[in-house]
């Protein structure tokens, strides 16, 4: 069965470039041309994967993130986000809502196409592994719920996007063991794509200003490796 992509993006030739390519990779391809429309298409049509502009007119891409986060249905759906260069601020909010990725404007169709494989096969692999014995690791003062993808600061509720609680998890799964950018970007996010570790460093960046206390860093640097918790 065709895994179905929804694209929501407001340039026709764009639309039309990675549909046909997307197409040519034997998956099915929905579009929508603005943010009202492609929330609607979201909401009603079950895409496996959303590719997603941000500067789109009704609802910018911001706006449609936020909205399919807070949705159950929609809340661990695989979005690719579209930016111009000079947005690197877009970029940030995009990853602190939940987006999955992002792909700058000007960017390569093969680089695309190859990120929607990745991050499909990642939710399938996830989607074929069994329930973990485990249900919850505590550390320090954390306590992170593997099932209910909860996690609580000294008994108070801590709201991480999707992808900061996988990076979480995948830290305290490794407990003492420096893992590498590379490494977390490919377990992660699914894909071996070496020019995006500032991807990783984001989201640390992120989870340190939710976790951390003022004495001490939960996770730590390794200059010129990668991090790790202790």
Do not use: C
């Amino acid at each position: 069965m065709e895994k179905k992509i929804l694209v929501i993006e407001d340039d026709k030739h764009i639309v039309e470039l990675i549909q046909f390519n997307l197409q040519a990779s034997h998956y099915e391809v929905i579009t929508a041309f603005d943010g009202k429309e492609g929330l609607m298409k979201a909401l009603s049509m079950n895409p496996d994967l959303i590719v997603l502009d941000i500067m789109i007119p009704e609802i910018d891409g911001l706006g449609v993130l936020n909205r399919l986060r807070v949705e159950e249905a929609t809340k661990r759906l695989p979005i690719i986000m579209l930016t111009a260069k000079s947005s690197e601020m877009d970029k940030i909010v995009g990853l602190e809502i939940g987006a999955d990725d992002y792909i700058t404007k000007p960017f390569s169709i093969n680089e695309l196409v190859a990120r929607v494989k990745a991050h499909l096969r990642r939710t399938q692999r996830e989607q074929d592994l069994p329930k973990v014995a485990t249900k919850s690791i505590t550390v320090r003062n954390l306590t992170v719920d593997l099932e209910t993808y909860e996690v609580k600061k000294k008994g108070e509720a801590v709201r991480l996007s999707l992808k900061e609680f996988e990076l979480l998890r995948t830290l305290l799964e490794n407990r003492g063991k420096v893992l590498t950018r590379n490494q977390l970007l490919d377990e992660i996010w699914g894909y071996d794509f070496y020019g995006e570790t500032r991807t990783v460093d984001v989201h640390i960046r992120h989870l340190r200003s939710k976790l951390d206390d003022e004495e001490e860093s939960l996770i730590d640097t390794v200059r010129g490796i990668g991090y790790k918790i202790k």
